[in-house]
């Protein structure tokens, strides 16, 4: 059974920071590729960052210098830290595993909120 678990969301004012973890099990982790995407109410699911299973990022122009994806394979985890967050970072962030788009996986979704 394949589990994509992610952690670390809450409530952080506007400048503050928080670490996203997602911890995935029943898949052989470091083939795949990974990413955080986001969801805001009302809006369309983004792409927020992605690493490869070669370890290459990419980020979303609106997150670009302050967030930053990681993986640990010995772990099967990846990680999302954000610095400088702002009220729009407001969001619902979920992890998702894919393997050239033959198999692919979403989290349940973390909450993430950026009020003062």
């Known amino acids: 059974q394949v589990q994509l678990v992610e952690s670390g969301g809450g409530l952080v004012q506007p400048g503050g920071s928080l670490r996203l973890s997602c911890a995935a099990s029943?898949?052989?982790?470091?083939?795949?590729?990974m990413a955080w995407y986001r969801q805001a109410p009302g809006s369309q699911r983004e792409l927020v960052a992605r690493i490869t299973s070669r370890g290459n990022t990419d980020y979303a122009d609106s997150v670009k210098g302050r967030f930053t994806i990681s993986r640990d394979n010995a772990k099967n985890t990846i990680y999302l830290q954000m610095n400088s967050l702002k009220p729009e970072d407001t969001a619902v962030y979920y992890c998702?595993?894919?393997?050239?788009?033959?198999?692919?996986?979403w989290g349940q979704g973390t909450q993430v909120t950026v009020s003062s």
């Open positions: 998702y595993a894919d393997l050239r788009n033959i198999r692919y996986y």
């Open positions: 029943g898949i052989p982790f470091n083939i795949y590729d």
